[in-house]
């Protein structure tokens, strides 16, 4: 079993900065990332990492977040800069976890981000 805390949500201005954590408990975290999910809409993917750092982003955020991760840590970090309103949702991490041959689906509890204009 994992488990994922995830801190540094809150409330920022547009143009501002935040930079959330995921820290995650157990081995074999092949890729970790963030989802958000704005009220009335479904879960998207906003960034992900693999455990050999390839990155991948959602086109919205590409340019203004970076994610990284610390892998003797198991934790793993959003730095949004440049933040919009239309960034404003819950913000889950993600871990896949390899074991029995297949990757499993970890989810942190959420952590709200506001963006005030």
């Known amino acids: 079993q994992v488990q994922l805390v995830e801190s540094g949500g809150g409330l920022v201005q547009a143009g501002g900065s935040l930079r959330l954590s995921c820290a995650a408990s157990g081995s074999s975290i092949k890729i970790m990332g963030w989802y958000r999910q704005a009220p009335g809409k479904q879960r998207d993917l906003v960034a992900v990492?693999?455990?050999?750092?390839?990155?991948n982003y959602a086109d919205s955020v590409r340019g203004r977040f970076t994610i990284s991760r610390d892998n003797a840590k198991n934790t793993v970090y959003l730095e949004m800069n440049s933040v919009k309103p239309e960034d404003t949702a819950v913000y889950y991490c993600?871990?896949?976890?390899?074991?029995?041959?297949?990757?499993?689906?970890?989810w942190g509890q959420g952590t709200q981000v506001t963006v005030s204009s």
């Open positions: 993600n871990a896949g976890v390899f074991y029995g041959g297949r990757i499993w689906d970890y």
């Open positions: 990492i693999t455990d050999r750092f390839m990155a």
